[in-house]
C-alpha cells in the first residue's frame, strides 16, 4: 500500500503549480505591447522573434525533456533538483527579458532575441520537471486523479486572478512603471511559490 499524500504536501504541489502559471501567461499577453509601446522595437522584428521561437520549441521541449530524464537521481529525488533549478534560471531570465531591453541604451533587439529565445529552454526545464512530478509522489490511482484534479483547479484559479490583477497593476500600457511592478511581483511569486513547493513535496515511486 502506497504512502497517503499528506495535506502539507497537497499544498507544496498547488504551490508549485501556481507558480508554474505566471511566466507564459504574461509573456503571451503582454510582451509585445511591452516592447513595442515601451520599449520602442519594431513590431515586425518582435513578429519574426516570435516566429523563430515557435519553430525552435519543437525541438527544445523534446531535448530538455531527455536531458532530465537522463539526470542522475539523488537524495531529493529525480525531478525536484531540476525543478528548483529551473524555476531560478527561468526567473533570472525573465527578469532579463523585460528589463534588459528597457534599460540598455543599445542593443535592446539583440538583447530581446537571446533573452526570448533562452526562455524556451528555460520555461521547459522548470515545466517538465514539475508535470513529471505527480507521477512520482505516488502510484496510489486515487491520490493521482486527486493531484490532477487539485491541479486543474490551481491553473483555473491562478489563471483568472492572474488575468484580474495584471492588466490593474499596469494601468497605462505605454508607460513601464505598471509593468515593472508587474514582472517584479511575478518573478517573486513564480520563485517562491515554486521553490517551497518543490522542497514540501516527496518523490516516493
Given amino acids: 500500500m502506497s504512502e497517503k499524500i499528506t495535506m502539507k504536501e497537497k499544498v507544496a504541489y498547488a504551490l508549485a503549480n501556481l507558480g508554474n502559471i505566471p511566466i507564459q501567461t504574461i509573456l503571451s499577453s503582454y510582451l509585445l505591447i511591452f516592447y513595442t509601446n515601451v ?6 522584428a518582435c513578429a519574426t522573434l516570435f516566429l523563430i521561437a515557435r519553430v525552435l520549441d519543437g525541438l527544445n521541449d523534446p531535448v530538455v525533456g531527455f ?5 542522475p537521481t539523488g537524495k531529493m529525488g529525480h ?10 534560471l527561468c ?6 527579458l523585460w528589463f534588459g531591453p528597457l534599460m540598455a541604451p543599445t542593443g535592446k533587439l539583440a538583447i530581446a532575441y537571446v533573452s526570448y529565445l533562452l526562455i524556451g529552454v528555460m520555461f521547459p526545464i522548470m515545466d517538465i520537471s514539475l508535470n513529471s512530478l505527480l507521477p512520482v509522489m505516488t502510484s496510489d490511482a486515487e491520490e493521482r486523479n486527486a493531484l490532477s484534479s487539485l491541479k486543474g483547479f490551481v491553473y483555473m484559479l491562478g489563471m483568472f486572478g ?6 490593474l497593476i499596469i494601468g497605462d500600457t505605454t508607460q513601464s512603471a505598471g509593468y515593472k511592478k508587474l514582472i517584479l511581483l511575478v518573478t517573486c511569486i513564480v520563485f517562491v511559490f515554486s521553490e517551497l ?5 516527496k518523490e516516493r515511486v
Fill in 39 to 44: 520599449v520602442g522595437l519594431d513590431p515586425a
Fill in 79 to 88: 525531478f525536484r533538483p531540476t525543478l528548483m533549478l529551473g524555476t531560478l
Fill in 91 to 96: 526567473s533570472l531570465n525573465f527578469l532579463l
Fill in 197 to 201: 513547493g518543490a522542497l514540501g513535496v
Fill in 162 to 167: 492572474l488575468n484580474m490583477v495584471a492588466p
Fill in 67 to 71: 536531458i532530465i530524464d537522463h539526470m
